[in-house]
């Protein structure tokens, strides 16, 4: 009992700290918060406006819903982390800041936006230490999938996909049968054209995949070459199943009329084309459960 009332002041004085660090760490966090806001007070509502209006990004309100589930899964491990942070969080802010003006000054709007990665990274890394920005590189990584891609890739790539979908569609229905004249981008049958455009390419489909691939990869497989084949996987399945898509089209426009192939069915089709593709995922992760050894994911 002795011993009990001569800790007491000890323990209040460390009840104290505690509540004096909380304090700190909470005032720290809101002039960290008010600083990012003002540094990305004018990017901020441009780019939400950007993924709200672009169907081509639908798909990026999972990416902070698997980033949380991802912190939330590892709080236990993050709780045992030391806190050790490190200097050299400086200049991966400094390099974040200086992205930021640079891509202000060029008015290129992915390093603007990537930028705020980079600081995020950055502050971790200062505030909490390697071991803290190691278990977080992934969720912060992922936030990527927030930032539309450069337009000189994205606009190359949707190029690329349309003439790869008009030239695998136009050999599909060659191969079963269907008359069929390539031109370009345009597939001419015998009672309908199927031009393939931009958001008939499969670009969509593919940034979706991709960003649900590295979910999936991360969450799901042991191992990193896993992770590397389940997402190179996508782009074949991206590509075949698109290519699918526009053969369906022209089998029902050919053999029931252009107004059933427009339309409904190509709204369906496009959600059916997406379901063959997470069943090509699932495929090709059980062939990876397949050939590989027992103990790798028992281990996992």
Known sequence: MPTLTKNLPALEQEQRERAHG?????VLA????AILIGLYARVLP????DLWDDPTYSHVYIVPIISGFVMWQRRRHLATLPIRGSWRGVPLILAGVAALIVGDIGAETFLMRSSLIVILAGLVLFHFGWAMLRALAFPLGFFLFLVPMPAIFFYAMTARLQNLAAENGAWALDLLGVPVLLDGNVIHLSNLTLGVTEACSGIRSLITLVALGVAWAHLMLPRFWMQVVLV?????????????????????GRSFGVEYAEGFFHFFSGWL????????????????RA??????????
């Open 46 to 49: 441009v780019w939400l406006a």
């Open 273 to 288: 084309v997406f379901i063959v593709a997470i069943l090509c995922l699932l495929a090709v992760h059980g062939v990876l």
């Open 22 to 26: 909380r304090l700190r760490a909470g």
């Open 232 to 252: 190179i996987s996508v782009l074949p399945i991206t590509i075949v199943t698109n290519a699918g898509r526009i053969v369906m089209t022209g089998l029902v």
């Open 291 to 300: 050939v590989s050894p027992r103990r790798v994911w028992d281990t996992a």
């Open 30 to 33: 809101g002039a960290v918060v």
